[in-house]
């Protein structure tokens, strides 16, 4: 059969590992494997070029996409989406490979269900918001790269008794902030699905900074990691510390760092290229298998999706992960509600 894999969405430090096991897989079981260039806009423009063993080779230890990725608003459209149905049908494809976040899998279940060919999704975010799959691809290289931020700016502020706020990813989950927060030893972590006021929010921290400074204590430095979905914007949370600091902590300076787009960039760790492997092995088999409308999932529940010969890899219908996906983000999924509750037994302990 005639295999495409795209990138689709924001990047992720995994993409690479996942776009060379397609290929690598695919080929060692007789297919031949094309790539579609900048996600499903390339895929509406019939932008497939072949892929080749030696396009590959140490590709798994790259960050971004060798492939490219963009998002379309015109796949939204039944109207793009036939154009790419149309795409796939000329090049001859029968099985394609969509790896990327949630608007990359609504899209390939949109493609699963209209095209007349076979669709399984691979979950790459660095922001965790996938349902159904314990971590995606790149969330261990983002949290890893917090941490090492965190790091270093605790280096200067203990050199000058300063509190940073520092600002990363995750629009719509905490779960960067979260655990990048608890490995970097962070006095506060603030997360959207707390929802919490300006006001309830400034109120914490000043509690936060007093007790991180008291007399007696020792500490020069307070890390304060705040996810980029909490509603109060970073310069003004700061503005507002700043304003009460010489009553709060006198001789205490108060920072910003926005890491940004450096979250996503890096080579990736260890943990995420043999996740992007493992799943994008599953992905080749059920495809070849005849399964479509699923993803290859990262250690789901038990009792959600098929299980595959890989015991940590789990096929689960995309219209399930989709529904999971959309608790995840308002957040009355099971999983925010164990995340929160750590986090609130955890947030007494944090600033002692």
């Known amino acids: 059969m005639k295999l495409a894999v795209l990138s689709s969405g924001g990047d992720a430090p995994g993409m690479n590992a996942a776009i060379r096991t397609v290929v690598k897989v695919g080929l060692a079981r007789g297919h031949s494997v094309v790539g579609v260039r900048d996600g499903y806009a390339g895929l509406m423009e019939g932008a497939f070029r072949p892929l080749a063993l030696e396009e590959v080779d140490g590709l798994s230890g790259r ?24 795409a796939l049908a000329a090049a001859g494809v029968s099985g394609l490979v969509v790896i990327g976040g949630n608007g990359s899998l609504t899209g390939a279940h949109h493609l699963a269900r209209e095209a007349p060919v076979k669709v399984v999704g691979v979950p790459a975010s660095i922001d965790n918001d996938i349902g159904h799959t314990r971590l995606a691809i790149g969330v261990d290289t983002a949290v890893n790269t917090i941490v090492e931020a965190c790091d270093r700016i605790i280096d200067t502020a203990s050199a000058h008794r300063r509190a940073f706020v520092v600002e990363v990813m995750g629009r719509d989950s905490g779960f960067l902030a979260m655990r990048a927060g608890l490995a970097a030893e962070a006095d506060a972590i603030l997360y959207a699905e707390k929802k919490e006021s300006e006001d309830e929010l400034v109120e914490r921290l000043r509690g936060v900074l007093r007790h991180t400074f008291r007399p007696g204590r020792g500490k020069r430095w307070c890390l304060i990691v705040k996810a980029e979905g909490v509603k109060v914007p970073t310069p003004r949370l700061v503005e507002r510390l700043r304003a009460q600091i010489e009553e709060d902590a006198p001789g205490v300076e108060v920072r910003e760092v926005v890491l940004g787009h450096v979250v996503r960039g890096g080579r990736p760790s260890q943990t995420d290229r043999v996740i992007a492997q493992r799943l994008a092995f599953a992905a080749v088999l059920a495809l070849e298998a005849g399964m479509s409308d699923r993803m290859a999932a990262w250690e789901c529940p038990a009792e959600v999706g098929h299980p595959t010969e890989d015991p940590r890899v789990r096929l689960v219908p995309l219209a399930e992960v989709l529904e999971e996906t959309r608790r995840l983000l308002d957040g009355t999924s099971p ?10 037994a955890a947030e007494p302990i944090l600033a002692l």
């Open 335 to 344: 999983v925010v509600a164990a995340r929160k509750a750590l986090l609130s």
């Open 63 to 86: 960050g971004g996409t060798c492939l490219g990725s963009a998002r379309s608003a015109r796949f939204h459209e039944a109207e793009g989406r036939a154009r790419a149905a149309e």
